[in-house]
DNA sequence: ACCTGAACACCGTTCAAGT
DNA sequence: ACCTGAACACCGTTCAAGT
């Protein structure tokens, strides 16, 4: 899988010595760096071992360069750039290739594939909030949901709501359901481990008479199909709200300007 | 503000000779660090600066003290200690004195206050994702937000699907609303900033045919205003979502297993 | 015993020196 | 002209040496 191999050339550990003439590949450079193998290396990166493992030094020695190659070959200025590139590749994963319809199938079908997106890439959601989305998927992931509930007739503001309220709701979902997933940002935790945790932190903080409310609900343990649960639920009551006034402004304009 | 002051003793940076015996402060230790002072330098650092302003090095500056007395007066073993810190403390900030009645207006007031932190800490939502919340205030931030619904009569996954689907929403739109605030995360930009680069985005890369809903809705120039009204919009569709579903549920139970 | 200065093993990035 | 090794200015954290 990784490229830092024999025949990377004369990349050298410090104080190594310089390998025998006869053992060294005669082949003096790989083909050039592409930035799509760059991104895709760096993505696999974080999804395995964590957004922090992602440096420019690991990212060049996991594919045989060297560090300033990096930016030569992916042509970013900083690594902020590589993070953009980085979100922008996981918004390529939240396309559909066809929308259902009407528009509440639409809607509730992008946020399912965007939510497959973030809980395979939970680093995701971090970077997000430091770099609005401007990138080509990003855009096109925007336009497939205008495209959703481009069928109602609704003014600029209600369009805008909607499909930000669903966006976002996703999200804020994905940023939790990571950890309590068992599949933690940075050190992987088994859902085992985390119920270790939680029932621990809640024998020693919660069941004091300080949280009567915490404590009538008994131990948390949702597992990834709790989550899932938790998850569609609450979206379908997002969407059940927004049908309900889409109803209320339909019966609003058919009557004239009834309140 | 900052108690890197004279009489903080003997530090010198780099190559600075000690200063004169008589101009040296007489008093040879300020008091000790607290926990509290150091996590209060930190999130007006990280509020002021981006999160990546806050390291342990300038954090000990700025308190006019040395690296290593960070872990040892705020008692953290490592970083990410000082992180859970942080997102405690503005918990902190999340709680009411007192609930509103019904559940709906209780729900809709910590959503709104929830969203004032997150608005005044922006890199609160990044760190959360990586810590769950674990700490005092964060479950005092939880049994409030159980105690806004405990007067309903519903399962005990309702309950959950409720509270996380609220406090998710909030998180998620807090997650965007700050860049097109114009009170980015790590340099600020100004709101006039932020529009004139959408502008030149959507010159160069939407109004193309690919993006025709895109290019229909036209510039977005969203000031905190609308922001907030996204907000309130989406916020009141997942209430009245769940509004509606309380009434169905207590009709089914009403009339028996109806459905 | 508690505290901390110097050291270590990393970073991202600059820039001059290579080709 | 393009590419990159060495250097720079930072990190968080260890640990031995101080008090």
Redesign the pocket.
Known sequence: MTRADANAGP?RTKNERPRPLWTRSPTP?RA?LSREAIVTCAISLADSQGLDA?????LATELG?????I??YAQI????ELFDLMVDAVCGEMLLDQLPRPWRDALRATALRCRDALIRHPWWTELVGRNVLTGPNGTRYREQTLAAIAGLKIDRTRKLAIILAVERYVVGQATYAIDEHGASRTPARTHEQWRQAADEHRTVQIETAEFPHLTALGPLHPTPDDQERYFTLGLDWLLDGISTDLKRQRSTTRNGQRH
Chains 1, 2 share one sequence.
């Open positions: 990349r450079r050039p992602v440096s420019i030094r690991t360069a060297r560090p300033m190659s930016y030569t200025e900083r690594k902020k």
